[in-house]
């Protein structure tokens, strides 16, 4: 499968603390997106890092990536219940034509 | 805009029998994509078109699925005959073409076959 996948499954965490998401692929990239999902819904684009980008921020949001361990990290800050959502990275295929979504991990936010 | 549009948002029906499931993309975007989400395989990557034309359909699990594309505003998911294996969210996706840096989702398409 060239799925990634996220880690951990699911996460629970108190409102105001800090979230951490990972991901890990395995072909070549040419970048790397996170979403969201909440549930019953589709997916939205949350973030975009580059092959030649090593950390990205947008808010709340922190990405990193790793393409020497094909990996990346998405950090969540100072989280609210209404970050509650299962979150995915997606990887493109090299040619950026194609997505491929790992597993996804399941946050928790608890008021 | 009103965002990729999908129908039915729910769709129960006896193995067998022929679904058709139905996707208007966002106006401008000639990049469409079909995926199957279920909690044993998360997110498989169906099929996807650019430009009306389908790309690459290896994700399709049989040939009990097809998929077309006939104009730009419009596709379809058929699966005939269904099967409760089947049973999962459809979800269809647009972009615009090039380098794709963002995918739109739709709501997707419960499907449940028994």
């Known amino acids: 499968s060239q799925q990634g996948e996220e880690d951990p499954q699911a996460l629970s965490i108190q409102e105001g603390e800090n979230a951490t998401m990972n991901c890990s692929y395995k072909?070549?990239?040419?970048?790397l997106q996170w979403y969201r999902q909440n549930s019953g819904r589709g997916l939205v684009h949350l973030i975009l890092i580059r092959s030649n980008e090593r950390e990205k921020h947008s808010g709340r949001l922190r990405v990193t990536l790793d393409t020497s361990k094909k990996s990346s990290s998405l950090l969540i800050t100072a989280s609210r219940a209404a970050d509650t959502a299962s979150y995915f990275c997606a990887t493109g295929d090299g040619t950026g034509n194609q997505f491929y979504f790992g597993t996804g991990t399941s946050l928790t936010v608890i008021p | 805009d009103a965002g990729v549009i999908q129908s039915p948002r729910h769709e129960v029906t006896e193995m067998g029998q022929e679904v058709t499931l139905r996707c208007k993309p966002i106006s401008g975007h000639n990049s469409l994509f079909w995926y199957r989400q279920t909690m044993m395989r998360g997110l498989e990557l169906l099929i996807y078109?650019?430009?009306?034309?389908?790309?690459?359909d290896s994700g399709m699990p049989e040939d009990r699925f097809s998929a077309k594309m006939p104009n730009a505003s419009f596709s379809t998911l058929k699966i005939q005959p269904s099967e409760p294996r089947d049973s999962a969210v459809y979800f269809c996706?647009?972009?615009?073409?090039?380098?794709?840096?963002?995918?739109?989702f739709g709501s997707g398409t419960q499907l449940s076959v028994l």
């Open positions: 072909t070549s990239i040419n970048n």
């Open positions: 996706a647009s972009a615009t073409s090039g380098v794709h840096e963002k995918l739109f």
């Open positions: 078109f650019n430009n009306n034309v389908p790309i690459d």
